[in-house]
């Protein structure tokens, strides 16, 4: 597929795709770059995360302007019927620039609508691997890192997995982490929303937990024995647990909500963008599954445990307090124990959070860039798995 070498600097309007909490954090330091710049980022709303407190509440805290559109994400099928619904809009306003982020299925849907009308694309937090071709997120990286024209790098090592799997240099930007920038934004209300939280915690030190991986919550006796583990902290320490919505729905089905409740664990519901980060300042130590949190929680400084096999998000375990524990809720203790027995002095923030690389893209995409001739149509076994058939695109 012949692609033409119609950049950034055509006349039609840049336009974002997003639909869940880590795409509107990540979107809110762009649109903002734009506007300092004297240009409008326009965005969709896929509505993939429903909660409020996910979606339209997180889109308030984060003071983006109102989406041009708002869809609704199909619970079958979603990622090729989202990805007509974001062509259809796509085709009516003809942009110069389709923006994604991160790695959910509103990113690949997006990339996918983009991909067909040829428009150009650019991707920010490109590049990162977790090597877990299992894991949906992971297919949506390399489907969108192969489709997009221009690819923003959060970390240094994501470089070396694209060139590893053949993105030419030219197609790659190193400028830094968006969620760096979306932290410095508002600190200050962040550092308020904590306040809160350390007097209204009952006066001692806590632990903040959240899941909702498939491989985490989806199997029973797995989620059993991370409910039992968070139940045994909740005996030493208060556990905060802001639960998912589909983490919710698999432990009620379970009958386990009563349970954690009764061994003293505070579970709630989703927590909106400042104060969820206001709990996590104030906490003793974070355990998660969430790709995001793993950063959140570096750039404050807070101690976090990955109940996960793998982190794409490399920096945080080099640079912050991030231990791996892997996905057996037995090794838990251990990888507490370790992440404890750090120092958070001693704890790094790279020249890439700086919080001013949002700045750096909206730069690139002013000066405009010239796309590549040809792209690698999207490896079809990821596609398949992905659930949309090769021949749609």
């Given at each position: 597929m012949t692609r033409r070498r119609r950049g950034a600097e055509g006349r039609g309007p840049w336009i974002a795709v997003a639909g869940t909490r880590p795409n509107y954090v990540k979107l809110a330091p762009l649109v903002r770059a734009?506007?300092?710049?004297?240009?409008?980022?326009?965005?969709?709303?896929?509505?993939?995360?429903?909660?409020?407190?996910?979606?339209?509440?997180?889109?308030?805290?984060?003071?983006?302007?109102?989406?041009?559109?708002?869809?609704?994400?199909?619970?079958?099928?979603?990622?090729?019927?989202?990805?007509?619904?974001?062509?259809?809009?796509?085709?009516?306003r003809r942009p110069s620039l389709v923006v994604v982020v991160g790695d959910v299925d509103s990113t690949l849907a997006a990339a996918l609508a983009a991909y067909r009308l040829d428009l150009p694309l650019a991707h920010v937090e490109a590049g990162l691997r977790s090597f877990e071709r299992d894991m949906p997120e992971e297919r949506n990286r390399v489907l969108v890192d192969h489709m997009s024209d221009r690819l923003y790098l959060s970390e240094p090592m994501a470089e070396e997995?694209?060139?590893?799997?053949?993105?030419?240099?030219?197609?790659?930007?190193?400028?830094?982490?968006?969620?760096?920038?979306?932290?410095?934004?508002?600190?200050?209300?962040?550092?308020?929303?904590?306040?809160?939280?350390?007097?209204?915690?009952?006066?001692?030190?806590?632990?903040?937990?959240?899941?909702?991986?498939?491989?985490?919550?989806?199997?029973?006796?797995?989620?059993?024995?991370?409910?039992?583990?968070?139940?045994?902290y909740a005996g030493g320490m208060p556990v905060v647990f802001p639960v998912h919505p589909r983490t919710r729905k698999r432990l009620a089905a379970l009958g386990l909500l009563p349970a954690l409740k009764?061994?003293?664990?505070?579970?709630?519901?989703?927590?909106?963008?400042?104060?969820?980060?206001?709990?996590?300042?104030?906490?003793?130590?974070?355990?998660?599954?969430?790709?995001?949190?793993?950063v959140e929680a570096a750039l404050l400084g807070v101690p976090c445990v990955t109940a996960r096999r793998r982190t794409e998000h490399q920096l945080t375990v080099a640079y912050g307090g991030n231990v791996v524990a892997g996905t057996d809720?037995?090794?838990?203790?251990?990888?507490?124990?370790?992440?404890?027995?750090?120092?958070?002095?001693?704890?790094?923030?790279?020249?890439?959070?700086?919080?001013?690389?949002?700045?750096?893209?909206?730069?690139?995409?002013?000066?405009?860039?010239?796309?590549?001739?040809?792209?690698?149509?999207?490896?079809?076994?990821?596609l398949r798995a992905a659930g949309v058939p090769p021949d749609a695109i």
């Open positions: 734009a506007k300092a710049a004297g240009r409008k980022l326009q965005w969709i709303d896929t509505g993939q995360h429903t909660a409020r407190a996910l979606s339209r509440d997180m889109a308030a805290d984060l003071k983006l302007p109102a989406p041009v559109v708002r869809l609704r994400a199909p619970r079958t099928q979603r990622v090729p019927r989202l990805a007509e619904r974001i062509g259809a809009e796509l085709e009516a997995n694209l060139r590893r799997e053949g993105v030419a240099r030219a197609r790659i930007r190193k400028p830094g982490n968006v969620m760096a920038d979306a932290l410095h934004l508002f600190r200050p209300q962040i550092d308020r929303a904590a306040e809160r939280w350390r007097k209204r915690t009952w006066g001692a030190p806590y632990v903040v937990a959240t899941l909702h991986r498939q491989a985490n919550v989806d199997d029973p006796r797995r989620l059993s024995a991370y409910a039992e583990r968070l139940a045994a009764r061994d003293g664990v505070r579970v709630g519901p989703p927590r909106p963008y400042l104060d969820f980060l206001g709990l996590v300042s104030g906490s003793a130590f974070v355990i998660t599954d969430s790709g995001g949190l793993q809720p037995r090794r838990l203790s251990g990888a507490v124990n370790r992440v404890l027995a750090r120092n958070p002095a001693d704890f790094r923030r790279p020249r890439a959070w700086d919080g001013r690389a949002a700045e750096r893209i909206v730069a690139d995409w002013v000066r405009g860039f010239a796309r590549p001739r040809r792209l690698p149509s999207p490896d079809s076994r990821l």
